[in-house]
């Protein structure tokens, strides 16, 4: 199996921009779809973007389309969230996600995840 841990997270004003990062171990990191997923409070868990394995696929949630780029470093084992022009309403914490089939916007599809990084994006 693999582990995830975020980073990257914290408090930004609005307009501002913070990126995230995903890093990853155990096991082959290319073998894997990368995704972003985000809660807020009293919510559930939503999708924000994923990556195919080789990188050269990409979705992202219609809410976060162009403002948001995920990206991935196959060398590094390392899935990376640039979010700009960040809103209020981005604030959530954010999770990593890693699957070994399906490039998707279900989390019920995602095997592995981290444990979440605080975003909160101030008005």
């Known amino acids: 199996q693999v582990q995830l841990v975020e980073s990257g997270g914290g408090l930004v004003q609005a307009g501002g921009s913070l990126r995230l990062s995903c890093a990853a171990s155990g096991r082959t990191f290319s073998n894997y779809v990368m995704a972003w997923f985000r809660q807020a409070p009293g919510k559930e868990r939503d999708f924000v973007a994923a990556l195919s394995k080789s990188g050269s696929s990409t979705i992202y949630a219609d809410s976060v389309k162009d403002r948001f780029t995920i990206s991935r470093d196959n060398t590094k084992n390392t899935c990376d969230l640039q979010m700009n022009g960040l809103k209020p309403e981005d604030t959530a914490v954010y999770y990593c996600?890693?699957?070994?089939?399906?490039?998707?916007?279900?989390?019920?599809?995602?095997?592995?995840w981290g444990q979440g990084t605080q975003v909160t994006v101030s008005s």
């Open positions: 996600a890693a699957d070994r089939l399906l490039l998707s916007k279900s989390k019920l599809v995602y095997d592995y």
